[in-house]
């Protein structure tokens, strides 16, 4: 195997963080760019390139890629406030094109789905909701990777699930006792483990045709209230209490149920999930938490 391409992360948190361990670890230069670098400082200790951006200002990606020909770009950053919709992601495509980058991975969200009844399944076929105004700026950053994917540049958009791992998720908002169910929590929550979602943007660097989309999101949709439940009985937490969708005096609780479908991530990338279900995913968090506080 050839030595591996520089990785890029802009927008560097969780699963930047997470994903740039991992990069770290195979040998790879690795340069991890946000506006709050002090909270990047260990990755520069373990080798990483700790680079200052902020995607609403001007002229930021370009700098952020220079000495990078060839990089892996991974934009991992929500939409900011203050620019036009789309508009830092056609930026960060522009600049990875004249830059010479080899690959740009765009984290996008599911929530582009909308709220779909069970049981429907959710594929990369499925007519994306143009009703939900929250997920509007997701939609436009998609349309700016497709035209940088016209213009040459190698895109893929990743429509994930929802991210869970240690100290981000269900568990850990359970501890704080502020997890709601909502209307009792029947409705279908996909989701992927951190250190899964890592490996298949590996698996999309690697292997995906140009100008691909994935959903990514493992193998078992489960009810919102039967992983909660899980957790609390390991955890010897009460239920959490039930709140309404609706109700006067508060804001709509989100709720965007849907079963994802990964069978194409599968069928293209060959890929396999190391956390096929939550279970397995909540029983590594506690190992690895018994791990760091033993
Ligand atoms: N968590 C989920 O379940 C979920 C589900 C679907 C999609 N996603 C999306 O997947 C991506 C990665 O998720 P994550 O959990 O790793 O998110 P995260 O922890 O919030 O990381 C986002 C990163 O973007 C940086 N950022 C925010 N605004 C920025 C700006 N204007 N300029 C430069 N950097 C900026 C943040 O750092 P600074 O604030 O220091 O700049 C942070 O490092 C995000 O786009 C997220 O919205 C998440």
Request: net charge positive; glycine share 10%; charged share 20%.
């Amino acid at each position: 195997m050839g030595e591996l391409p520089p990785l890029v992360i802009f927008g560097c948190g969780y699963v930047g963080t997470r994903l740039a361990k991992a990069a770290l670890a195979q040998g790879r230069v690795v340069k991890v760019c946000a506006r709050g670098v002090a909270r990047l400082q260990p990755l520069g200790e373990l080798g990483a390139q700790v680079v200052w951006l902020d995607a609403a200002k001007s002229k930021q990606f370009g700098p952020a890629l220079t000495s990078c020909r060839g990089a892996t770009v991974v934009y991992s950053i929500p939409p900011p406030a203050g620019l036009p919709a789309g508009e830092a992601v056609r930026r960060a495509a522009k600049a990875a094109l004249e830059q010479g980058a080899s690959c740009f991975i765009y984290l996008g969200s599911s929530g582009v789905y909308g709220n779909i009844a069970d049981p429907e399944w959710v594929d990369e076929e499925t007519p994306v909701a143009h009703d939900d105004g929250a997920m509007a700026p997701r939609l436009h950053d998609e349309t700016a990777v497709q035209i940088a994917a016209g213009a040459g540049l190698r895109t893929a958009i990743l429509r994930l699930g929802g991210i869970y791992g240690p100290g981000r998720g269900v568990r850990v908002r359970l501890r704080k006792g502020n997890y709601e169910l909502i209307d009792g929590g029947h409705h279908f929550i996909s989701r992927i483990h951190v250190d899964d979602l890592v490996a298949v943007i590996f698996a999309v660097e690697a292997r995906a045709p140009s100008n691909a989309l994935y959903i990514v999101a493992d193998d078992r949709p489960t009810p919102q209230r039967e992983v909660a439940l899980w957790i609390c009985q390991r955890l010897g937490l009460p239920e959490p209490l039930s709140v309404p969708a609706f109700a006067s005096g508060r804001p709509r609780a989100t709720q965007r149920g849907r079963r994802l479908s990964n069978a194409k991530l599968k069928r293209e990338l060959s890929f396999e999930f190391r956390y096929p279900t939550y279970v397995e995913g909540e029983q590594a968090i506690e190992a690895e938490e018994t791990l760091v506080s033993g």
